[in-house]
């Protein structure tokens, strides 16, 4: 059995990370579908140029790069299923927006793409800003395991601010992966992706190289 893990990591906080993580052929098309909604929803924001934004901007805006960082999960999702089975099991944030609410069903994309980006008055750094939506506030993230039962992702047992409880039993008898680059010590899906080698000798490099299946 696997579990998919999906935390709320720094990996992401690295421009060169962010720009080879864009060019893995199931987060491009991830990134497509998400900006349609935005664009259909009025909100304006360049997603694939603000993920692949100097780090000065990118985490200028908590929210916006955990939304970001959302998405990207979603489509490293894709191509873990492609690659193999689903998981038997889902673990992640269920008291904000996060990829698990998608996958398990509690949310649509466009309903992701709603509470991301939720209008209110605007904090100072955006102030001068006129038509810039504000992203909901931050919150301490809950985690929750999810249960594949015939085709569905349902949560099982309670929510924990320590995924570390949540984690525990699972370890035992699962292969636990971390989506993404792995940290914590978990194993993450790219270095277990024997395709995406290609990802590691990209980093730190200023030009990146085209996607690869």
Do not use: C
């Amino acid at each position: 059995m696997s579990t998919l893990v999906f935390d709320v990591h720094t990996s992401i906080h690295f421009q060169d990370v962010r720009m080879a993580l864009i060019r893995i052929p199931e987060v491009i098309q991830k990134i497509r579908e998400v900006q349609e909604i935005l664009d259909q929803s009025q909100v304006d924001m360049d997603l694939s140029n603000f993920i692949g934004s100097d780090d000065s901007v990118f985490l200028k805006h908590y929210r916006k790069k955990e939304f970001a960082g959302i998405v990207v999960q979603l489509g490293l999702f894709e191509r873990y299923k492609r690659k193999g089975d689903a998981p038997e099991n889902l673990v992640g944030v269920t008291n904000s927006i996060s990829a698990v609410r998608v996958l398990s069903g509690e949310i649509t994309l466009q309903q992701l793409v709603e509470e991301a980006f939720k209008k209110s008055a605007p904090k100072k750094d955006e102030a001068n800003l006129p038509g810039i939506p504000v992203l909901t506030g931050i919150q301490i993230p809950k985690f929750k395991q999810f249960k594949l039962v015939e085709g569905n992702y349902v949560p099982y047992g309670d929510e924990r601010v320590d995924l570390k409880n949540v984690l525990d039993p699972l370890e035992k008898q699962d292969l636990v992966y971390e989506v993404g680059l792995g940290s914590s010590g978990l194993k993450g899906t790219i270095e277990n992706d024997s395709q995406l080698s290609w990802f590691f000798d990209q980093l730190g490099r200023e030009n990146g190289v085209a996607a690869v299946n």
